[in-house]
């Protein structure tokens, strides 16, 4: 992940050790505030919360590429090959 950060990305050492070091310190602590709400909450109200909160993004998702779809979904390009009948 290192070398991807810096031959793909451009970091330097410092900067790619840094980020990667910062990256695996909030998913610690992020995990372990969630272990807490998981706790407090149960399983079945974590998976409500969850899926309510998938399905508006994925509506806000939808409702925003909306505007920016073609109308209509362009024809498939078929190969130059006549069919076999």
């Not at 330097?12 to 840094?18: C, E, M, N, R």
């Not at 919360?49 to 925003?64: D, H, K, M, N």
Request: charged share 15%; hydrophobic share 45%.
């Amino acid at each position: 992940m290192p070398y991807l950060l810096i031959d793909h990305y451009g970091f330097d050492a410092t900067g790619a050790g840094l980020g990667l070091t910062s990256a695996a310190l909030l998913w610690a602590a992020g995990a372990e505030v969630q272990g807490r709400l998981g706790d407090r909450l149960g399983n079945a109200r974590i998976t409500l919360i969850g899926t309510t909160l998938f399905a508006a993004a994925a509506l806000v998702a939808a409702e925003t590429g909306r505007d920016s779809a073609p109308a209509a979904a362009p024809p498939r390009y078929t190969s130059a090959r006549p069919s076999r009948q």
